[in-house]
């Protein structure tokens, strides 16, 4: 223990201690802290993506009709559809309340996007946001089944343009 | 100061330790059951989730699934609703934990059946998690 004179209350060893505690408790606190936030974030991003995700499967899935011609012979064409979203909503595409989306095919905003749907990209501002990008089969005549399998076995397939649809989430 | 004799040195780091100790143990009591709160809300939504993302898979590919919510890591009641009421303008989603809500409003669930019920025509249905059901499309 430093010297000390009469009367004095409070020894320089009992500051030092104090402050060497006080510090360790900051440094834990601040940790705790900082992995509490990691983890939030991360809920947040695998939420946004999530509904990302969900949102663009019902787009393309909800919307494909590309078989109509023979679909009654037990055919489903997964990852094609026509590009006009027009007849979908927001709420069918289950993205809840509290969150916005804005649809783009090839880049350019979907001149005929799910109705509900924000017709401008999400704000600069925006914190969180999630993207969820699709190629899909866009066919380019009424499809027919013998294009269609054509398609299957081999190149020179002229039935189809690959596209992309990228549906972004925000809140 | 005389043999035997308490310092007031001495004296003042036990009331100042005893306080400290004491704040601490009030601090740590709120933070624990903040965690507990917050456990079972990180819980409810990670059900909300996964019940959420399943009952899309279902919609958007035309599947039957037995789907079996995760597990909370504290145990509590527990329940999904599947609410497809119009009439509130309030369908959706809503997981209940001990408490805590965690839900999505304003999705639509025509064409999904719960447990071989649709729930097209302003039906809901109400399942506990800790119960094996089916998700199907109607």
Redesign the interface.
């Given at each position: 223990m430093t010297g000390r004179t009469r009367g004095q209350?409070?020894?320089l060893d009992?500051l030092l201690a104090?402050a060497v505690?006080i510090l360790a408790v900051g440094v834990l606190l601040n940790h705790y802290d900082i992995l509490t936030t990691q983890?939030k974030e991360s809920?947040v991003k695998?939420?946004l993506n999530?509904?990302a995700?969900?949102a663009s499967?019902?787009a393309?899935?909800?919307n494909a009709d590309c078989a109509s011609d023979f679909s009654t012979q037990g055919y489903k064409i997964?990852g094609c559809t026509t590009s006009n979203f027009s007849s979908l909503?927001?709420?069918?595409l289950?993205?809840?309340?509290g969150f916005s989306c804005y649809v783009t095919l090839d880049g350019g905003a979907a001149a005929n996007g799910p109705g509900g749907c924000e017709s401008t990209d999400a704000p600069l501002d925006a914190k969180d946001v999630a993207v969820a990008e699709r190629k899909y089969l866009s066919p380019n005549t009424t499809l027919s089944k013998q294009d269609y399998e054509k398609c299957i076995t081999g190149p020179g397939c002229t039935a189809y343009t690959v596209k992309k649809l990228r549906v972004k989430i925000w809140r | 100061m005389a043999k035997g004799q308490t310092s007031i040195d001495l004296l003042l780091a036990l009331l100042a330790a005893i306080v400290f100790m004491a704040v601490l143990n009030i601090y740590i009591g709120n933070l624990s059951q903040d965690a507990a709160q917050s456990s079972l809300r990180n819980s409810a939504k990670a059900i909300l989730l996964d019940a959420y993302a399943a009952t899309g898979e279902v919609k958007a590919y035309g599947l039957t699934i037995d789907y079996m919510p995760p597990q909370p890591a504290m145990p509590a009641p527990c329940s999904i609703e599947f609410d497809n009421d119009n009439s509130d303008a309030k369908t959706g989603l809503k997981v209940s934990l001990g408490g805590e809500t965690a839900g999505y409003s304003g999705i639509n669930f025509d064409d999904i059946k719960i447990g071989g019920s649709s729930l097209a025509g302003n039906n809901t249905a109400t399942k506990p998690c800790n119960e094996k059901f089916t998700i199907g499309k109607a």
């Open positions: 209350m409070l020894s009992f104090m505690i983890g809920r695998s939420e999530t509904i995700q969900t499967q019902q393309l899935e909800k997964y909503t927001k709420n069918y289950l993205v809840p309340e | -």
